[in-house]
């Protein structure tokens, strides 16, 4: 009996440390781990459409981009200002406009995990354009692969034509459900615009999002969130904007921030134009 209760004793410790190990790989599984972080500048000259950068290989379902965009003096209208950008392939990078006039000059940021983070990405054009009536938002859903809503964020940029900003120009991107990403713009102009766009399922995160609206008369508004360490936390928000043809920066531009570990303040220069906007937190 004595010989039994050994080996009975022994193969019950085999089996823990075999569950134990599972768990472990498991969770190591999970873990956003980075392998690596790139960055670095762009230009698109004047008299050209788009530029590229080559960046060590990375695997694309892994990575993602994030970028900004400096516009020469000369630049304003979305034809030559508007950019996009996308990870094209493995190891480049494409930045893009739909028109040729100005300089612009991008700074770019490439992240890629070993583990714990999947990326989805596409390039979405906005068909049947001047359908859209002005009080009726285009809306067009994007199918991707079922992602946890709670461990996600979009990003996206956006190639479009146009002499001069306006309701046509802003993009609203949601995440509505496992398997559908939102992209919502007040109306269409006479081109159709190209979204290029990032669902990133991070899985150590705990990503909180949701809708904030300004009304005409708003320069400023608030949304309180649970509670987050600022020091590990970060703002991504998309929007669109409603009301005029024609959009002067004071309006459109609506910066975002945390105020404080429970609070988020967006706000803008001027009153004006109605705007929905979506964040990431």
């Known amino acids: 009996m004595k010989q039994l209760g050994k080996k009975f004793t022994l193969r019950s410790l085999c ?6 190990s599972g768990t472990l790989h498991a969770l190591d599984g999970q873990a956003a781990q980075l392998s690596s972080r790139q960055s670095g500048t762009a230009q698109i000259a004047n008299g050209a459409s788009s530029s590229t950068a080559t960046i060590t290989s990375v ?3 892994k990575a993602f981009l994030v970028f900004s965009a400096r516009l020469g003096s000369t630049i304003v209208d979305p034809v030559h200002g508007q950019v996009s950008g996308q990870l094209t392939s493995s190891t480049q990078l494409t930045f893009a406009r739909s028109g040729t006039t100005g300089v612009i000059d991008i700074n770019w940021y490439v992240v890629e995990f070993t583990s714990g983070v999947t990326v989805q990405r596409g390039s979405q054009a906005i068909s049947s354009p001047g359908s859209c009536p002005i009080v009726t938002p285009c809306t067009t859903d994007v199918t991707i692969a079922s992602v946890d809503t709670a461990k996600s964020f979009a990003l996206i940029s956006v190639l479009n034509t146009g002499t001069a900003y306006g309701r046509d120009d802003y993009f609203e991107a949601r995440i509505t459900s496992a398997t559908n990403l939102q992209l919502t713009i007040a109306t269409l102009g006479s081109a159709a615009p190209v979204v290029e766009w ?3 399922e991070y899985m150590d995160s705990n990503v909180q999002s949701r809708q904030v609206t300004f009304a005409t008369t708003d320069t400023s508004k608030t949304d309180t969130v649970t509670s987050v360490n600022l020091s590990k936390s970060w703002l991504i928000y998309s929007y669109q904007l409603d009301n005029n043809a024609t959009i002067n920066p004071n309006i459109a531009s609506i910066r975002g921030q945390l105020t404080d570990a429970t609070t ?3 706000d803008r220069n001027t009153s004006g134009n109605a705007a929905t906007l979506t964040y990431f937190l």
């Open 15 to 20: 089996l823990v440390l075999l569950m134990v």
């Open 59 to 61: 695997t694309t379902s």
């Open 198 to 200: 990032q669902v990133v």
């Open 264 to 266: 988020l303040t967006f």
